[in-house]
Each structure stands twice: as C-alpha cells, then as structure tokens.
T-cell receptor, first 114, second 112 residues
Framework: AQSVTQPDIHITVSEGASLELRCNYSYGATPYLFWYVQSPGQGLQLLLKYFSGDTLVQGIKGFEAEFKRSQSSFNLRKPSVHWSDAAEYFCAVGAGTNAGKSTFGDGTTLTVKP | DAGVTQSPTHLIKTRGQQVTLRCSPKSGHDTVSWYQQALGQGPQFIFQYYEEEERQRGNFPDRFSGHQFPNYSSELNVNALLLGDSALYLC???????????FGSGTRLTVV
C-alpha cells in the first residue's frame, strides 16, 4: 500500500529565509508525486508534480522539489519565503499519471515570521 | 473560466440523516474525484468517476456513494450519517492522464 509521511507538523521561518519541507513516500512502483498548498478554508492548489524525467521539478510561486528514489523522498524547497506563503502544504503520491487515488500526507503548516 | 465549484459550502446535519454534496468540474475536465479531509489531516480518497462510472474507490463504507452526470458534474451521497463523517469534503477534477487535479474549496459538513 502506498503511504506518505511528512515528518514536520509545523515549521516557522523568517520572511526571506529559505524553506525545505520534507516528504517521504512508500510505493511499490514508480511513484507519481505531487505537492499541494492549502490556505485556510480553501481547497488545494497544485504546486508541482513529478511523473518521470528530470528529478528536479519546478513549480508555481517559485517552488521546486527534488525526487530522490534512493531516499524515497520528494522534498519541497523555496529559496526565499514570502509572508503570503504561510499555509498548509501537502505531499501526495498517486497511482498512475492521473493520480485519481492519491494518498496524502497529514500536511506541514508553515508560519512566516516578519 | 470557473474552476471546480462545490455546493453547498457549509452544511449541518443530524446523525442518521442523509446528505448530498454537489460538484461541477472545471471546464474541459471529465474525471472527478472526491476526498474527505478531517480536521488536522490530509485528504483521504473516497472515489473517482469517469464516463459516469465509479472507476476507483478508497477505503470507505457503502454508505458513501456517488454519481456522475453526462455533463461531468458529480454528486456525493452519504447515508446514515455518523458524527465521524464531520469533515471537509473536497471535489477535484482533471482532464485526464499527465495532469494533476484541480480542487474545489470544499463543503464543510458538520454532523450533530
């Protein structure tokens, strides 16, 4: 069965500092990996996805993620955080490219200090 | 272009009642998935609809059922509501393979 672990429940960073959110997955085949962001009371917005090819994936809002098969990880990074990045971030692994049956982690809440 | 639209936004039901939630996918999207997100947790997959049929299903009881209409819109029905069904229900749509999903803002269901 597929599973996703986001080890950090809550992260606080200063505005302008770099950010890395961790994601570890378990999946028996080639994973299809996603990062989503959720603002309070809102649905999820897709930041980026990895299906195959280049293991460094660029997304929207200046985010990137790197797929490391040997570590079963798909960590999300941003070189300089803005106050508007404060939200909850979810990593997900999907079965198949349309990833209909995606399994999500429990999320990491990001707080940005002025 | 409207994204995924869900209705209602909030709903309060009594234990044992039945509820129907509605979803209109983004224009051009023909596949709809439903997720349940309990407070403080990530979304959990309920089921996926394509071509008016349930294609995949998560680990949810038969009390959870759905439907997709010819215009690709979808309904989620939950019978015999339990207190534990209180959650944010998210609908997501996609035009098909190699795309991620576009999510709606959800329906907040409270069972009392």
């Amino acid at each position: 069965a597929q599973s996703v672990t986001q080890p950090d429940i809550h992260i606080t960073v200063s505005e302008g500092a770099s950010l890395e959110l961790r994601c570890n997955y378990s999946y028996g085949a080639t994973p299809y990996l996603f990062w989503y962001v959720q603002s309070p009371g809102q649905g999820l917005q897709l930041l980026l996805k990895y299906f195959s090819g280049d293991t460094l994936v660029q997304g929207i809002k200046g985010f990137e993620a790197e797929f490391k098969r040997s570590q079963s990880s798909f960590n999300l990074r941003k070189p300089s955080v803005h106050w508007s990045d404060a939200a909850e971030y979810f990593c997900a692994v999907g079965a198949g490219t349309n990833a209909g049956k995606s399994t999500f982690g429990d999320g990491t809440t990001l707080t940005v200090k002025p | 272009d409207a994204g995924v639209t869900q209705s209602p936004t909030h709903l309060i039901k009594t234990r044992g009642q039945q509820v129907t939630l509605r979803c209109s996918p983004k224009s051009g999207h023909d596949t709809v998935s439903w997720y349940q997100q309990a407070l403080g947790q990530g979304p959990q997959f309920i089921f996926q609809y394509y071509e008016e049929e349930e294609r995949q299903r998560g680990n949810f009881p038969d009390r959870f059922s759905g439907h997709q209409f010819p215009n690709y819109s979808s309904e989620l029905n939950v019978n015999a509501l339990l207190l534990g069904d209180s959650a944010l229900y998210l609908c997501a749509s996609t035009p098909g393979a190699n795309y991620g999903y576009t999510f709606g803002s959800g329906t907040r269901l409270t069972v009392v």
